[in-house]
């Protein structure tokens, strides 16, 4: 096993994603036959800038993926990719999800959902092979996300396309669980700091109506009715991959929609209806988004268990860089003392670059946000 990487007090970090430079979006789109060579220049520049910038805990800014869930169709045999608009004709409540195609701010075809048409099984590891390369080109912590088991077992399952290898969603889980237990122990193995699983749509059952669950990230609609049904499902996945594994942090990252500069387009509400489901995951952090007022109080963080560091979104990638280091320091010196100083690290709300074609900041702008991190750590430090 590899020897983990130390962490100072106070860490930086990024949620995952990056802009990815228009070259490397040019060559993905035509499927370039050096896009191999392209993928590992714009992971090193990501690097770089990352390091640049003064962040203590670095990914590789996903410049491997379309999405931070769609890549799998490139690991996953079972699994194919399908635009929001590929996906109407096959989804029960047609008339619902027009609906909500229309409402969303951004086209039908340019999100696409990765979907089970067959039996699921793992081709080649999720993002253990990017690892290496991160590794391999930095001297920092590692941090590697991976899509959380209740975003997959929710937005791949499509009844009238998966029935026929997975007969019901529930019966989908135990490969999801099993996939994903396999990347975290190859992963810990190899000394990767922290795994983070990421869970956005989790807002979606305590923040909006049924009608509303229906997003751009599920659109399978395969959420129950029960919204506390739900979230019982989501505590039992996460905490079967995460059981008996040990040698890296296990985190999970849960916002409010990260497509849109639009704040009024995405959800809002505090954490507080969440909390005691997250107090049930059995993780090591939790990486929550602070930096928007639609989030509300930190205060209600102190409902955490002790054992449980949280990231702290204290920049909101969707925005110019105006947050000051100094603002930023006394929100988190307000934060340590409910929390005590070990317990909390430095972050943005959410990736920079979700999704590849539709980036919410660019790299200059991904960097100052970063800069005033690592300033408000070093005050803090």
């Known amino acids: 096993m590899n020897t983990p990487r130390p962490i100072p007090r106070f860490p930086t970090s990024v949620v995952g994603s990056w802009p990815r430079p228009r070259w490397l979006l040019d060559a993905m789109r035509k499927r370039s036959p050096d896009l191999q060579e392209l993928r590992d220049k714009a992971t090193r520049l990501a690097i770089e800038q990352q390091e640049a ?3 203590d805990v670095l990914s590789d800014g996903e410049q491997r993926r379309d999405n931070f869930y769609s890549f799998l169709t490139e690991k996953l045999d079972g699994v194919q990719l399908m635009t929001m608009a590929d996906l109407l004709d096959y989804v029960e409540d047609k008339a619902g999800f027009e609906a909500l195609l229309q409402t969303l701010d951004v086209p039908a075809f340019a999100i696409k959902n990765p979907t089970i048409v067959g039996p699921m099984r793992r081709r080649e590891p999720l993002a253990v092979r990017e690892a290496e390369f991160l590794r391999a080109h930095t001297d920092r912590a590692c941090k590697v996300a991976l899509p959380g088991p209740y975003l997959l077992s929710r937005s791949m399952w499509v009844q009238k396309l998966s029935a026929e290898a997975y007969p019901t969603r529930e019966a989908l889980c135990d490969d999801v669980v099993r996939i994903l237990r396999e990347e975290l122990q190859e992963l810990a193995a190899l000394g990767v700091e922290i ?8 807002t979606e059952l305590v923040f909006a109506g049924k009608a509303a669950k229906r997003t751009f990230m599920c659109a ?6 029960d919204p506390a049904a739900e979230l019982d499902l989501a505590v039992s996945l996460i905490n079967r991959v995460v059981d008996g594994i040990s040698g890296t942090r296990t985190a999970v990252h849960v916002c409010r929609g990260n497509w849109s500069r639009d704040e009024d387009v995405l959800l809002s509400g505090t954490y507080e209806p969440l909390l005691p489901t997250l107090a049930k995951m059995q993780v090591d952090q939790f990486v929550l988004e602070y930096a928007t007022p639609r989030a ?6 102190a409902q955490l268990p002790a054992r449980c560091s949280v990231g702290f979104g204290a920049v909101n990638p969707r925005t110019d860089p105006t947050e000051s280091a100094a603002e930023v320091a006394a929100r988190v010196r307000g934060l340590a003392e409910l929390l005590g100083p070990d317990r909390i690290w430095l972050n943005p709300d959410c990736g920079f670059g979700t999704f590849a074609e539709r980036p919410v900041a660019t790299p200059e702008v991904a960097m100052a946000k970063l800069r005033i991190l690592a300033e408000a750590a070093a005050s803090l430090r």
């Open 53 to 55: 910038a003064g962040v």
């Open 296 to 301: 509300g109080p930190e205060a209600l963080l």
């Open 220 to 225: 399978a609609l395969a959420a129950a009715d």
């Open 195 to 202: 795994v983070q699983f990421d869970e956005p749509v989790l």
